[in-house]
């Protein structure tokens, strides 16, 4: 596999992102998208094409894990928001 450009790093930095948002569940949601932007902002740096094809690669894999985590979650989500989507602004 040839290594990814910048521009399919970002799309699928703004897929996990918008998976993560689908997420019913504040706490999950949350970590989601903490886990996608810490592991983007630990692999920023990576300059070897075969690690960067390996990491790319491995957050594709991740974001079809959330996609269908996200659907099973919405399934079995209670319908009670937590106290932190309760809160107002």
């Known amino acids: 596999m040839s ?3 910048r521009a399919e790093i ?3 930095f703004r897929a996990l992102l918008r998976t993560a948002k689908k997420f019913s569940d504040y706490n999950i949601r949350e970590y989601a998208k903490r886990r996608t932007i ?3 902002h630990e ?3 990576l300059s070897d094409p075969s690690l960067v094809s390996s990491a790319f690669t491995d957050a594709k894999s ?4 959330a996609k269908r ?3 099973v979650y919405s399934l079995y989500a209670p319908k009670v928001k937590s106290i ?3 809160q107002s602004c």
């Open 3 to 5: 290594t990814p450009s």
């Open 10 to 12: 970002l799309t699928l």
């Open 38 to 40: 810490d592991g983007f």
């Open 43 to 45: 692999n920023r740096n």
């Open 62 to 65: 991740q974001l079809e894990v």
């Open 69 to 71: 985590q996200a659907i």
């Open 84 to 86: 932190m989507e309760t």
